[in-house]
């Protein structure tokens, strides 16, 4: 049996040669710094120590150019770090336009996974190999860590927001997934694996499992939980209603009542729903309930890709503008027209809340 110790997790992503190139040169550097400084102290140390009790030292004159390069040198090497280093970063945490979205929660003690096309997992991630992937994820308790080392991509899943993250696989095999924030006693058990696989397998895998469809996709999931919550009372569709159109007002500018521009990203969208006295739309009256401990952090995800959807879905304009003869409300699920209170809306049908424990 031949064994073999790598010294370094297999390059398996399009970054991963990166992300080595600038560990191997700060490391070099560092050493090479490291081994000077050091050689310079043991041997000035014995070209001038003292030879006598009762010897004296001599004045030793500065050299301006010594200290010129002792300025210059550093500071250039430095400046490489940077740049280099901040090449890096924009490669890893600018998402391609064509990556694939596969939603992704942690809880304790485990990671699950949602596929547009509306496959589930749970601890295991399958891919293709060359397509770039986009991980939009979210803590349904408390801080995890997604870390893949064979794609070189970190990023700590943080409870109240969403951190997105990509990779591309380059070889098709099965890749260590791992939590690497301290996360409670069951930490260490935190673990999965990525499945590369080339296209055509994944096309097979992905229509032929459980859930998989139109119908189990977070779009529709997201369709039927706004229907459910009777937002669509409030953000019609059609035409405005309390609440604004919601159809092309993802990644748009929106105008808050306090002079405010935001963008109606992930994060403002998820607040909105959750916190919606936050940020109040200009123009609309704070009269939205909030949806607190009444989604799940999958279900958030889930109203937030049929949100999304809505921009191509319903291409109707983004300005917002008050109802004629009515209160207005914030930025989404909201009370059915006419209502003023903040008395959440009675839904035609309470969703569940409850987790996805086994995979599919």
């Given amino acids: 049996m031949k064994f073999s110790l790598p010294l370094f997790p297999e390059q398996a992503s399009t970054v991963a040669g990166q992300v080595d190139a600038l560990f191997y040169f700060l490391t070099a550097v560092s050493a090479v710094f490291s081994l000077l400084i050091a050689g310079l102290i043991i041997y000035f ?22 200290e010129a390069l002792w300025i210059v040198i550093p500071f250039a090497i430095s400046m490489v770090m940077f740049v280099w280093g901040a090449g890096v970063y ?6 391609p336009d064509n990556a694939m979205e596969i939603q992704v929660v942690g809880k304790q003690w485990m990671w699950k996974f949602q596929h547009l096309e509306g496959q589930r997992e749970i601890n295991e991630l399958h891919v293709p190999v060359g397509r770039a992937v986009k991980l939009v994820m979210a803590s349904q308790d408390v801080i995890h860590s997604f870390f893949v080392p064979a794609f070189r991509v970190k990023a700590d899943v943080i409870p109240g927001t969403y951190r997105t993250i990509w990779f591309e696989a380059t070889k098709p095999g099965t890749y260590h997934l791992f939590c690497a924030e301290y996360c409670g006693t069951q930490h260490s058990g ?21 859930g998989s469809g139109v119908e189990g996709s977070p779009v529709a999931a997201g369709q039927r939980l706004f229907e459910d919550l009777a937002c669509h009372t409030c953000h019609r569709l059609d035409q405005q209603g309390i609440g604004p159109v919601l159809a092309g007002l993802f990644g748009k500018q929106v ?8 963008t ?8 909105s729903i959750l916190n919606p ?8 009256q704070p009269v939205m309930p909030s949806y607190q401990g ?5 279900q958030l995800l889930q109203l937030i890709t049929y949100i999304r959807s809505l921009t191509t879905q319903q291409p109707q304009t983004t300005k917002v503008t008050p109802p004629q003869g009515g209160p207005g409300a914030p930025g989404l699920p909201g009370e059915p027209q006419g209502g003023t ?11 569940s809340v409850g987790e996805m424990e086994a995979p599919s």
């Fill in 45 to 66: 140390a014995v070209k001038y120590r003292r030879r006598s009790p009762d010897e004296v030292g001599v004045p030793i004159a500065g050299s301006h150019g010594l």
């Fill in 90 to 95: 924009f490669t890893i945490y600018r998402v």
């Fill in 190 to 210: 935190m673990i999965g694996r990525v499945i590369v696989m080339e296209p055509a397998q994944y096309q097979a895998w992905l229509s032929g499992g459980a």
């Fill in 255 to 262: 105008q808050l009542q306090n002079g405010q521009v935001v």
């Fill in 264 to 271: 109606a990203d992930e994060n403002y969208i998820r607040e």
């Fill in 277 to 284: 006295m936050a940020k109040i739309v200009a123009s609309f």
């Fill in 294 to 298: 009444r989604v799940s952090e999958e």
């Fill in 341 to 351: 209170t903040n008395s959440p809306p009675p839904p035609a049908r309470q969703p």
